[in-house]
């Protein structure tokens, strides 16, 4: 079976604070009077500071919110500051974007990110996973490329 909806996925990154709420009118409102969203699925991916709350104030079928990251671990542990799956799917959370390019040079591996996709699955969270390359590496692909060609 396919999935025949169309997403579109809002990764907020590192912002927003309670302020933030004032979008949901908007959201909601554009929801409620929107004839054509029966295919699509809006993802909001916000701090999980605000998880919790936008979870309380959404009131659309067709949006549904996810984290931006989750710890590897599965369960709970000592790892200051990590937020595991299982505590985003208590707040909330449907989806998590794991393989973020950020993340991989600050040193993330393959192998942290397969931790994640098994903890996410875990908790049956939808895992929305990053791929592609910066430019400085996408130039290094063309240029590769090209002197193969020669």
């Not at 999935?3 to 709420?21: A, E, Q, V």
């Not at 959201?27 to 054509?36: A, D």
């Not at 989806?95 to 600050?106: A, D, F, P």
Request: include cysteine; proline fraction near 1%; glycine fraction near 8%.
């Amino acid at each position: 079976m396919t999935n025949k909806l169309k997403y579109f996925i809002g990764n907020w990154k590192m912002f927003g604070d309670i302020n933030s709420f004032k979008i949901i009118n908007i959201i909601n409102k554009y929801c409620h009077n929107s004839i054509n969203l029966h295919n699509k699925k809006i993802v909001l991916c916000v701090p999980n500071t605000l998880t919790h709350f936008f979870n309380q104030k959404l009131k659309s079928k067709y949006i549904s919110l996810g984290s931006q990251n989750c710890h590897h671990h599965i369960g709970y542990g000592p790892f200051t500051g990590g937020v595991s799956s299982s505590m985003l799917k208590k707040i909330g959370s449907d989806y998590v974007i794991l393989g973020h390019s950020e993340n991989r040079r600050e040193g993330e591996t393959y192998n942290l990110i397969k931790k994640k996709v098994i903890s996410a699955l875990n908790e049956k969270l939808n895992i929305i996973f990053c791929i592609g390359e910066t430019l400085d590496q996408k130039k290094k692909i063309k240029l590769s490329i090209y002197s193969e060609n020669k």
